[in-house]
């Protein structure tokens, strides 16, 4: 029962939609963001893999502020996991839920609200038990890093 357990909840992995995002590099030259409130400890996290900004601890030294919100999250149905559990986990399933993911950059006293749709999908499938992308944060980062380059 602890094995099966076990792989019923390795077996996933996430995907970043558009296919693009998936490869891209940050190019520009980061600038230093003081994130003004740090109780939200996954949306920081989300921001620092998306490699947008410098991070610092002293908001005198900082280009800018940051105000993150919390993460909106939409759910997607899960019927589709009947299917893979009727197989098995040979068919793999996609569950493609949708990510909210706002925060306020605070310039000169100049605030630019940036709200972003993140697009990242869970891959149910038995052999991605072997796959090394379950970390939502840095798949969530990617998604940042497209929205927030093709938003400027």
């Known amino acids: ?17 558009p296919k693009e995002y998936r490869k891209l ?55 589709p996991l009947m299917v893979s559990m009727l197989t098995i986990g040979q068919l793999p399933v996609i569950l493609p839920d949708r990510y909210s993911y706002h925060f306020d950059e605070i310039e000169n006293g100049k605030i630019t609200e940036r709200k972003m749709e993140l697009r990242i999908a869970q891959r149910i499938w038995f052999w991605d038990m072997f796959s090394f992308s379950k970390r939502f944060e840095k798949k969530a980062g990617k998604a940042v890093l497209g929205e927030y380059q093709l938003s400027r």
């Open 1 to 17: 029962m602890f094995l099966l357990a076990a792989l019923c909840s390795s077996c996933y992995c996430y995907k970043i939609y």
């Open 25 to 79: 590099e940050n190019k520009n030259p980061k600038r230093s963001a003081y994130i003004v409130d740090k109780s939200l400890k996954k949306e920081l996290k989300i921001l620092s893999k998306s490699e947008l900004f410098v991070i610092v601890e002293d908001s005198t030294k900082a280009d800018l502020k940051i105000k993150l919100y919390p993460l909106e999250k939409s759910f997607a149905c899960g019927q």
